[in-house]
T-cell receptor
Framework: NAGVTQTPKFQVLKTGQSMTLQCAQD?????MSWYRQDPGMGLRLIHY???????DQGEVPNGYNVSRSTTEDFPLRLLSAAPSQTSVYFC????????????FGQGTRLTVV | GQQLNQSPQSMFIQEGEDVSMNCTSS?????WLWYKQDPGEGPVLLIA?????ELTSNGRLTAQFGITRKDSFLNISASIPSDVGIYFC???????????FGQGTRLTINP
């Protein structure tokens, strides 16, 4: 049972480039979310999805897009990378959106130069 | 928006000591959760609390859901080297469908 799998683990982008961070879960969880982690700021919610075909914005959505075409996958797209998007990105999934218990992937460390 | 204030930000202790950290908020939460993050890894859930006043243990860890639903604490007894890491509190608001995280407590243990 792989849990939540994120790829890639590391990425360096040039300013203005676009890319997609992949996230897949094999636990049949309905609820998935993306966070970014910056030093001293904990984790901040970027976007989330309560089920296939449904997405919504979190606390810091600007510069990011998401889609949820299947229950398993929840990719995060950076439209035009900026140095301010240098961060560690975590994908998470929950089996019951009413409880908030989230399982996290190992993270993607992104550097924008 | 909702904010969680977690303290202390860092702790330096001797192996075998007990540890206490807490989170407070001006908002009411339905669920309080405590996570631990090891270097290079994602956070892992330690304890989840669902009712005001609830006291829950997981081995050497004990956590409580404050009676006002605006705070929570985590205690670690008899610390060991593998307790090193960053501990995060998180609050969940059912209607808002999202987790709000504290800033984290970095625990360092001197052997």
């Amino acid at each position: 049972n792989a849990g939540v799998t994120q790829t890639p683990k590391f990425q360096v982008l040039k300013t203005g480039q676009s890319m997609t961070l992949q996230c897949a879960q094999d636990m049949n969880h309905e609820y998935m979310s993306w966070y970014r982690q910056d030093p001293g700021m904990g984790l901040r919610l970027i976007h989330y999805s309560v089920g296939a075909g449904i997405t919504d914005q979190g606390e810091v959505p600007n510069g990011y897009n998401v889609s949820r075409s299947t229950t398993e996958d929840f990719p995060l797209r950076l439209l035009s990378a900026a140095p301010s998007q240098t961060s560690v990105y975590f994908c998470a999934s929950s089996f019951d959106r009413g409880l908030g218990e989230a399982f996290f992937g190992q993270g993607t460390r992104l550097t924008v130069v | 928006g909702q904010q969680l204030n977690q303290s202390p930000q860092s702790m330096f202790i001797q192996e075998g000591e007990d540890v206490s950290m807490n989170c407070t908020s001006s908002s009411i939460f339905n669920t309080w959760l405590w996570y631990k993050q090891d270097p290079g890894e994602g956070p892992v859930l330690l304890i989840a609390l669902y009712k005001a006043g609830e006291l829950t243990s997981n081995g050497r860890l004990t956590a409580q859901f404050g009676i006002t639903r605006k705070d929570s604490f985590l205690n670690i007894s008899a610390s060991i080297p593998s307790d090193v890491g960053i501990y995060f509190c998180a609050g969940f608001i059912q209607g808002a469908q999202k987790l709000v995280f504290g800033q984290g407590t970095r625990l360092t243990i001197n052997p």
